[in-house]
């Protein structure tokens, strides 16, 4: 049995790197990184990108985050977030991802549910004060100590980490690597609520391996990365890979095509990975004729039951995966075939066509007795999903399961065994990657007013969006903002005619 120290660690995938190729180019921030952030975009290499990974360490280190402790991260697809993340690691930290839509009610629940000790963000992303946001939920986050931020005009009682960054430090003395202890935390909505789930760094780089493994990605490869870094599916498809691949990391702010086809085709990226439905625009635009470069795309669905009925990928010199996101229980990716459309399914192990006979690098599917998709193997963390043991007569507890029940409503086909998810789960809304129990969202309208309402429409890009309506509108999104509630619930209140 390999021991937990010869097991590999995210930062001990980066530091293989970096032994065989120091001066090689690591990390390219996005191009339009002045206006996301107000701070100009780096380019590193493998070099000096471990010379500011350690200087946030023994920063970490001197500001007394013991090992275990969770920091908190709310930070955009820049190269400072890649950085903090691997910093974290090799100070025994677990980065625990907050999404950028979130506000203050949402982050302060985050906090306190994982007894955060730290958190860092960036003092405005695309025009907002995430700083005061942090400090705002911080204050309420009673195990906070530390509160660090990227940029500039940040608030009194923040950290200035630029100046950590460019300043000089003493070599840390990192504690030993250990590949199962927690990586990272990240955030579930499931019928039962709210939860946090914790990844070891195994679980981790098992997810990177589902993906990589089944893309086909080449060593060396270089990768744009337009994702934003706040799931386990998103950390695993990019971060990992990279690592994983010991290529270039280029990153890009979501939402601005040109920008983004401008960066493929001047940085000579030969794979893409984005939200598929994003991808699958941007081939129907011509993109893949415009970038003969690039030849693996692979598209993240965060609303899996909507691959089957997908567009054909075009048969062109890019092979097209498919990474089916089941919420932050676990994933599993497909190749397309010649003919562009979806791969077939089948349940059992996952991935093992491309490793040794007869494993399953990737994980194993399986229909659970309720009709619904059930995931096991190395990168699903059982324990975060299984609710406490019901016993069966009162004295003996009931086996625990060694699956997670995703909740997503799926079939056998009778005639060829294949495995389709048809349905998300039930009083789960998914928009945009962001997921609301059906019922909150009633509560949060009733907090408006008896002629309130606030609902989630099916969309076929994003899985649902939110539609509200008040008797004043302009009111509802005020007092939405006053709640601390996150801009997907506050928009939905838009007026028609501002929308047009």
């Given at each position: 049995?390999t021991?937990?120290?010869?097991?590999?660690?995210?930062?001990?995938l980066?530091?293989r790197?970096?032994l065989?190729q120091p001066?090689?180019?690591?990390?390219?921030?996005?191009?339009?990184?002045?206006?996301?952030?107000?701070?100009?975009?780096q380019?590193?290499t493998?070099?000096?990108?471990?010379?500011?990974i350690?200087a946030l360490?023994?920063?970490?280190?001197?500001?007394?985050?013991?090992?275990?402790s969770?920091i908190a991260?709310?930070?955009p697809?820049?190269?400072?977030?890649?950085?903090?993340?691997?910093a974290?690691?090799?100070?025994?930290?677990?980065?625990?991802?907050l999404?950028?839509?979130?506000?203050?009610?949402?982050?302060?629940?985050?906090?306190?549910?994982?007894?955060?000790?730290?958190?860092?963000?960036?003092?405005r992303?695309?025009g907002?004060?995430?700083?005061?946001?942090v400090?705002?939920?911080?204050a309420e986050?009673?195990?906070?100590?530390?509160?660090?931020?990227?940029?500039?005009d940040l608030?009194?009682g923040?950290?200035?980490?630029?100046?950590?960054?460019?300043?000089?430090?003493?070599?840390?003395l990192?504690?030993?690597?250990?590949?199962?202890?927690?990586?990272?935390?990240?955030?579930?909505?499931t019928?039962?609520?709210f939860?946090?789930?914790?990844?070891?760094?195994?679980?981790l780089?098992?997810?990177?391996?589902?993906?990589?493994?089944?893309?086909?990605?080449?060593?060396?490869?270089?990768?744009?990365?337009?994702?934003?870094?706040?799931?386990f599916?998103?950390?695993?498809s990019?971060?990992?890979?990279?690592?994983?691949?010991?290529?270039?990391?280029?990153?890009?702010?979501?939402?601005?095509?040109?920008?983004?086809?401008?960066?493929?085709?001047?940085?000579?990226?030969d794979?893409?990975?984005?939200?598929?439905?994003?991808a699958?625009?941007?081939a129907?635009?011509?993109?893949?004729?415009?970038?003969?470069?690039?030849?693996h795309v692979?598209?993240?669905?965060?609303?899996?039951?909507?691959?089957?009925?997908s567009?054909?990928?075009?048969?062109?010199?890019a092979?097209f995966?498919d990474?089916?996101l089941?919420?932050e229980?676990?994933?599993f990716?497909?190749?397309?075939?010649?003919?562009?459309?979806?791969?077939?399914?089948?349940?059992?192990p996952?991935g093992a066509?491309?490793a040794?006979?007869?494993?399953?690098?990737?994980?194993?599917?399986?229909m659970?007795?309720?009709?619904?998709?059930?995931?096991?193997?190395?990168?699903?963390?059982v324990?975060?999903?299984?609710?406490?043991?019901?016993?069966?007569?009162?004295?003996?507890?009931?086996?625990?399961?060694?699956?997670?029940?995703?909740?997503?409503?799926?079939?056998?086909?009778?005639?060829?065994g294949?495995?389709h998810?048809?349905?998300?789960p039930?009083?789960?809304m998914?928009?945009?990657g962001y997921?609301?129990?059906?019922?909150?969202l009633?509560?949060w309208?009733?907090?408006?007013g008896?002629n309130a309402?606030l609902?989630?429409?099916?969309?076929?890009?994003?899985?649902?969006?939110l539609?509200?309506?008040?008797?004043?509108?302009?009111?509802?999104?005020?007092a939405?903002n006053?709640?601390?509630?996150n801009?997907?619930?506050?928009?939905?209140?838009?007026?028609?005619?501002?929308?047009?």
């Amino acid at each position: 049995m390999t021991s937990a120290s010869n097991s590999p660690t995210l930062d001990g995938l980066f530091r293989r790197s970096l032994l065989r190729q120091p001066e090689a180019l690591a990390l390219v921030d996005p191009a339009d990184k002045m206006r996301v952030t107000q701070t100009p975009p780096q380019r590193l290499t493998f070099a000096q990108a471990d010379r500011e990974i350690n200087a946030l360490t023994a920063h970490f280190i001197d500001m007394g985050l013991p090992p275990g402790s969770v920091i908190a991260l709310q930070l955009p697809n820049t190269v400072e977030f890649v950085l903090t993340v691997l910093a974290a690691h090799r100070a025994g930290l677990v980065a625990a991802l907050l999404p950028q839509l979130w506000r203050q009610h949402d982050l302060t629940t985050a906090l306190n549910r994982s007894g955060a000790r730290a958190i860092v963000t960036s003092s405005r992303i695309d025009g907002v004060s995430h700083a005061d946001l942090v400090m705002n939920a911080a204050a309420e986050a009673f195990s906070i100590r530390y509160v660090g931020g990227f940029g500039s005009d940040l608030p009194e009682g923040m950290t200035p980490l630029d100046h950590v960054l460019a300043g000089p430090f003493m070599e840390p003395l990192p504690p030993a690597p250990d590949a199962r202890s927690a990586a990272i935390i990240t955030f579930d909505i499931t019928a039962d609520g709210f939860r946090a789930v914790p990844r070891t760094h195994l679980n981790l780089i098992s997810g990177g391996l589902a993906v990589f493994l089944e893309s086909g990605m080449p060593q060396g490869a270089t990768v744009m990365s337009a994702l934003v870094p706040s799931s386990f599916g998103h950390l695993a498809s990019s971060l990992v890979t990279w690592l994983l691949s010991g290529g270039v990391l280029s990153l890009h702010h979501p939402f601005d095509s040109a920008v983004l086809e401008r960066e493929i085709v001047d940085g000579g990226c030969d794979v893409l990975i984005a939200p598929a439905p994003f991808a699958q625009g941007l081939a129907d635009a011509g993109l893949l004729d415009r970038a003969p470069m690039l030849k693996h795309v692979i598209g993240l669905w965060r609303a899996p039951e909507q691959v089957e009925s997908s567009a054909a990928w075009p048969a062109t010199q890019a092979a097209f995966t498919d990474v089916y996101l089941f919420g932050e229980a676990g994933l599993f990716g497909a190749i397309r075939g010649s003919d562009g459309l979806p791969a077939t399914i089948m349940p059992g192990p996952h991935g093992a066509p491309r490793a040794a006979a007869g494993s399953a690098v990737a994980g194993e599917t399986l229909m659970t007795p309720r009709g619904t998709l059930g995931l096991r193997g190395p990168m699903v963390p059982v324990l975060a999903y299984t609710a406490q043991a019901d016993a069966s007569n009162g004295l003996i507890p009931a086996k625990p399961l060694d699956y997670v029940d995703t909740g997503y409503q799926a079939r056998l086909d009778r005639g060829t065994g294949a495995l389709h998810v048809t349905a998300p789960p039930s009083g789960v809304m998914s928009v945009g990657g962001y997921r609301f129990l059906a019922q909150d969202l009633g509560e949060w309208a009733k907090r408006l007013g008896d002629n309130a309402m606030l609902t989630a429409l099916p969309d076929r890009l994003s899985g649902y969006r939110l539609a509200g309506r008040a008797s004043d509108n302009g009111c509802a999104r005020e007092a939405l903002n006053e709640l601390g509630l996150n801009p997907l619930m506050v928009e939905a209140f838009r007026d028609r005619a501002s929308a047009e």
